[in-house]
């Protein structure tokens, strides 16, 4: 279940100890959609599904050999958690990946987080949370006003499908972190969706992926966006209830229109910047009434 990770770090319920995981959210969110900015530009070099294929395969490189994970020791239940998150994983990407390269960034991501914001409320069991989710919904639905109409229906659809794949991502996420330690369970399951993403990329991009410029820039897309953000993602939910952290990446938007814009030059206007403004109230709503609710069990 989404909430199983409530419990997964006794002790550390207290206003002060959430700001650790929330810093570690927001930090990752940043790097993966700059990063997903500079996939967008990679783009015409290698397509959407190669780009994909580096992303993964170089990740999972750099993974395997910082982290040397044990393959002993381990219940079939355990791996077919590591093999539901890499296949997440790589689902996530191969979806969100079509989807920009056919509608704006900051679009595609609008309609990607409601995948996580639907996980939000059907997984949260108090009416604040419910309430701080509909905020955040209002605030995506604001960031696409007027724009959803003249989108590509394919692109659009795509995104859509990252978000449901994005909320199976969440899920399965925070199970592997309790099942494996430190990022042993992040580095196999990204190895995993590296395998299950290379045929795709092959068939896409072909000889392109050998190209040491194409390869560089893909590296600097697997650091960006799947080694730093997924490893801070990991570690935050080991700490952080699912259901806050699915409404902390109705964050997700504003982040991406900003990165948008700066690497994109794509503009931001006013019905955009209070999109933002909502999105954000939501998000610092939800982890203060996350942190008044556990309050009193850390004072014990």
């Known amino acids: 279940m989404p909430g199983e990770a409530a419990g997964a770090a006794p002790g550390t319920g207290g206003p002060a100890s959430r700001l650790g995981p929330v810093a570690l959210v927001v930090t990752g969110g ?8 500079v996939a967008v530009l990679l783009m015409p070099r290698a397509g959407a599904l190669g780009v994909v294929t580096l992303r993964l395969v170089l990740a999972a490189a750099v993974l395997l050999v910082v982290c040397r994970p044990g393959v002993r020791g381990y219940r079939r239940a355990d791996w077919g958690t590591v093999l539901a998150f890499g296949a997440a994983m790589a689902g996530m990407n ?19 987080v409601l995948g996580p914001l639907l996980l939000s409320v059907i997984a949260s069991r108090r009416l604040m949370n419910l309430l701080w989710a509909g905020l955040a919904l209002g605030g995506v639905a604001l960031l696409g006003g007027g724009g959803f109409g003249r989108l590509d229906p394919l692109g659009a659809a795509f995104a859509l499908a990252a978000g449901a794949m994005w909320a199976t991502y969440i899920v399965f996420s925070a199970r592997t972190g309790r099942r ?4 042993d ?22 000889g392109a992926l050998l190209v040491p410029s194409t390869i560089g820039l893909g590296l ?5 966006s799947s080694v730093l953000p997924y490893t801070l993602e990991l ?3 080991r700490r952080l209830p699912a259901p806050t952290f699915a409404i902390l990446m109705s964050l997700e938007p504003a982040i991406a229109a900003t990165a948008g814009f700066l ?10 910047a209070l999109a933002i403004a909502l999105v954000i109230a939501a998000s610092m709503g939800a982890v203060r009434t996350q942190a008044k609710r556990a309050a009193p069990t850390a004072r014990g």
């Open 185 to 206: 369970g992040l580095a196999l399951a990204m190895a995993f969706g590296a395998v299950l993403s290379l045929p795709f990329g092959i068939v896409e991009a072909g």
């Open 30 to 37: 940043l790097s993966v959609q700059f990063g997903s900015a």
């Open 180 to 183: 494996f330690p430190k990022a």
């Open 263 to 272: 690497v994109l030059s794509q503009a931001l206007s006013a019905a955009d």
């Open 94 to 112: 191969m979806l969100f990946y079509q989807s920009a390269a056919r509608i704006p960034l900051g679009a595609a991501v609008t309609l990607e």
């Open 220 to 224: 600097a897309v697997a650091l960006m």
């Open 235 to 237: 570690l935050a939910l």
